[in-house]
């Protein structure tokens, strides 16, 4: 099997400082590929630590994709350590320069001395285009490694990767087929509990069956190679019956973007108004483009579920929205979700335990809540139904 590895620099990602999104997109984008990741290495801005690292991994890894180091500043040390780690000099490429130059140009500027260094790769490396950004990227053999360089801004990495790097390797490796990752997600159980169900079941050979919870769903994932392709959907129809009560979507699509797509396609639109959510359900349609007509964020009130349901009820009309939800304010751990529809009205009130979650996550479990209420409705379901972890204390249908 091919060893593709990672290695992310930078002191602000070895420090926790900011989230590495770049590794987790690469995994993902490497393993639909099949080119599946199989280690990841940090190091900081030192110069010795990435020379040391980049020899002992040119010794082990097949390829080693190079994330960071790349910029104009005095601590971007990538290049250089390449260089030192080959026993080369850099060298200076004169187009990329003269590229650099007429983009600041472009752009009414005149190009800092200190990015010059941006075009200087080792002598050994042949450039890779950056058609985004002002670093250029490069690649080279270092030993038994192909080792590829890019910058750790995120726009330009993932069009380098997809344009430069991935047409390369799966030309030099002739990678298999894509391991196959069927993917669906859940919300209202707790994942010792959905693991309970689902270990039962006989995977076939080479498949392993994941599981990764991000308050407040729970993702399910069975994975394994293109050869047990039939049998891996036969376990997935039993994990989907076991599943289904609360199941939100399968694949990677999200809740919002279900929404969003099935509200389209019925021609209907949604009013929204929050008082806990403080705007955090509204961004969240939003962001997924769901059809929406209106939205209220509105301070904490004290009212009956009723009275909610009223409210919300009369806040389709006056958006003239088919569809409209209210998250209303916390009271005593207990907090009220009203949804109406051109069928009825629906209501339910929830009870949270004491302090058993920060304001953020609680907010995050009611917007989904809220959601949740109108994709069952959308599909026929109950819409109030029991959440495990959370109390039920009324729900009302007019």
């Known amino acids: 099997m091919i060893r593709v590895e990672m290695l992310s620099t930078g002191d602000e990602v070895l420090h926790g400082q900011i989230v590495d999104t770049n590794a987790a997109w690469l995994a993902d984008i490497l393993f639909q590929q099949g080119l599946p990741m199989t280690s990841r290495t940090t190091v900081g801005d030192s110069l010795a630590s990435l020379i040391a690292t980049l020899q002992a991994r040119s010794h082990e890894a097949d390829v080693l994709i190079v994330n960071g180091g790349l910029g104009p500043t005095s601590d971007d040390l990538s290049a250089l350590a390449a260089a030192r780690a080959c026993g080369v000099e850099l060298a200076m490429q004169q187009d990329w320069l003269e590229q650099m130059e007429a983009w600041f140009a472009s752009r009414g500027r005149v190009m800092a001395a ?33 080792m590829f360089f890019t910058p750790g801004v995120p726009s330009e990495f993932k069009v380098m990767v997809e344009q430069q790097i991935i047409p390369r390797l799966k030309a030099k490796f002739s990678p298999p087929e894509p391991p196959i990752c069927l993917r669906l997600t859940t919300f209202g159980r707790g994942e010792s509990d959905i693991a309970a169900e689902l270990e039962p079941l006989a995977l076939p050979e080479g498949v392993v069956m994941g599981y990764r919870s991000s308050m407040p769903i729970i993702e399910i994932k069975l994975t394994g190679p293109a050869s047990q392709r039939v049998a891996m959907e036969q376990v997935w129809q039993q994990v989907r019956l076991l599943l289904a009560e609360c199941t939100l979507f399968e694949g990677t699509e999200g809740l919002p973007a279900l929404l969003a797509r099935e509200l389209e396609q019925r021609g209907e639109q949604l009013a929204v108004s929050e008082q806990y959510t403080a705007g955090l359900l509204y961004w969240q349609l939003a962001a997924a483009s769901v059809p929406l007509r209106g939205a209220d964020i509105l301070p904490a009130r004290q009212e009956t579920l009723e009275q909610q349901m009223t409210r919300t009820r009369d806040l389709a009309a006056q958006q ?79």
């Open 114 to 146: 200190s990015n010059r260094k941006q075009a200087e790769i080792p002598a050994n490396a042949e450039l890779i285009d950056n058609p985004v950004g002002t670093a250029c990227g490069f690649a080279l053999q270092l030993n038994r490694c192909w």
């Open 320 to 398: 003239q929205a088919a569809l409209a939800l209210s998250v209303g304010s916390l009271d005593q751990e207990e907090i009220s979700i009203a949804l109406h529809t051109p069928d009825a009205s629906f209501g339910q009130r929830v009870k949270f335990s004491t302090g058993r979650h920060n304001l953020e996550t609680r907010q995050k479990v009611v917007a989904m809540m809220a959601m949740n209420m109108l994709r069952r409705w959308l599909h026929g379901s109950e819409v109030s139904t029991g959440y495990g972890w959370i109390d039920v204390v009324e729900t009302v249908r007019q």
